[in-house]
Antibody
Framework: QVQLQESGPGLVKPSETLSLTCAVS?????????WGWIRQPPGKGLEWIVS???????YYNPSLKSRVAISLDTSKNQFSLNLTSVTAADTAVYYC???????????WGQGTLVTVSS | QSALTQPASVSGSPGQSITISCTGT?????????VSWYQQHPGKAPKLMIY???NRPSGVSNRFSGSKSGNTASLTISGLQAEDEGDYYC??????????FGGGTKLTVL
């Protein structure tokens, strides 16, 4: 059974960098599949942020590309998200998920709320 | 990239059928069969219900079905049940090798 779990600070100050990690169990991220992040501002809809292939190819939401970085840590079987220069508009529940080649997400983490506030 | 267009809300009585539309463009839905649908209950992560326009993952009820015509995809739920109440989102792959979500539809079971 594939399981994903997000972790990271729940509060980030404006202009700083939001950093989250997604620990994966039940499947080796170096074997196959894509891995990605999706966010959901409170009371609003879902927004795709970024995806990375196990071989390193990355795909970005154009509206966030200049501020986003994603990386894999195969030794710890986890992947990470960095979002720089955050503002209140980046306040959201952040989900990590496994993405298939046909661009659907079949396994999701429970989500973690990140609030941007001073 | 612009979000796909979904109705803000739909409703139906138990046992009835409802359809949620998802309208995109020739740069996304109109050009690819990589359309998916997700169900989300309050405070929970989304759950994949339909992928590749018409396919159901293992364990998803056959009351859920998907289709596509031109630039519009649709999700139909037949035999509506109280547990179907929640938010539904469509997604599509785009010509720019990105993914776009719909704005979401709130389904109310009366």
């Amino acid at each position: 059974q594939v399981q994903l779990q997000e972790s990271g600070p729940g509060l980030v100050k404006p202009s700083e960098t939001l950093s989250l990690t997604c620990a994966v169990s039940g499947y080796s991220i170096s074997s196959d599949y894509y891995w990605g992040w999706i966010r959901q501002p409170p009371g609003k809809g879902l927004e795709w942020i970024v995806s990375i292939y196990h071989r390193g190819n990355t795909y970005y939401n154009p509206s966030l590309k200049s501020r986003v970085a994603i990386s894999l840590d195969t030794s710890k079987n986890q992947f990470s998200l960095n979002l720089t220069s955050v503002t209140a508009a980046d306040t959201a529940v952040y989900y990590c998920a496994r993405r298939r080649a046909n661009w659907d997400f079949d396994y999701w983490g429970q989500g973690t709320l990140v609030t941007v506030s001073s | 990239q612009s979000a796909l267009t979904q109705p803000a809300s739909v409703s139906g009585s138990p046992g009835q059928s409802i359809t949620i539309s998802c309208t995109g463009t020739s740069s996304d839905i109109g050009s690819y069969d990589y359309v998916s649908w997700y169900q989300q209950h309050p405070g929970k992560a989304p759950k994949l219900m339909i992928y590749d326009v018409t396919n159901r993952p293992s364990g998803v009820s056959n009351r859920f079905s998907g289709s596509k015509s031109g630039n519009t995809a649709s999700l139909t739920i037949s035999g509506l049940q109280a547990e179907d109440e929640g938010d539904y989102y469509c997604t599509s792959y785009t010509i720019s090798s990105t993914l776009v979500f719909g704005g979401g539809t709130k389904l109310t079971v009366l």
